[in-house]
């Protein structure tokens, strides 16, 4: 069986961290970006089974990565599970193609359950 990929990209580095660790923990293979501007690059020479992407990343609004993502033939079957702290948000995540929306601060257990349906 294949080992599926996730690329986080968020500019918390507390975030980072406490995904990776507990989506390594379920098997799942993970990639760290902090730089939004370097998201485009790393999903096309990885392409994940699922990109985890904060909406307020430094150098790039993370709705502008999704719109182009999803707007690319190569990468527009990735699903894109957007995050960020404003709840008020979700709807202009949808709307630019995100699959799914999560609030921040989010317990484990909610974005573990999100990953597992988006990559199933």
Same mark, same amino acid.
């Given at each position: 069986?294949?080992?599926?990929? %996730? ?5 918390d580095e507390g975030i980072? @961290? ?6 390594? &923990? ?10 939004? #501007? ?5 999903v096309e020479q990885q ?25 690319? &033939? &190569?990468? #527009?079957? %990735?699903? %894109? ?17 995100? #699959? @799914?929306?999560? &609030?921040?601060?989010?317990?484990? #257990?909610?974005?573990?359950?999100? %990953? ?5």
């Amino acid at each position: 069986m294949k080992v599926k990929r %996730i690329l986080i990209a968020d500019d918390d580095e507390g975030i980072l @961290d406490a995904t990776k660790t507990m989506c390594e &923990a379920l098997g799942y293979e993970v990639t760290m970006i902090i730089d939004g #501007n370097k998201v485009f690059q790393a999903v096309e020479q990885q392409q994940p089974d699922l990109l985890l992407l904060d909406i307020w990343m430094s150098g790039i609004d993370g709705r502008e990565v999704c719109r182009q993502l999803k707007d690319h &033939a &190569a990468t #527009n079957k %990735i699903p %894109i599970l957007m995050v960020s702290a404003s709840r008020q948000i979700k709807e202009s995540a949808l709307a630019c193609g995100a #699959n @799914d929306f999560l &609030a921040k601060p989010f317990e484990m #257990n909610a974005i573990l359950e999100k %990953i597992e349906t988006l990559t199933a």
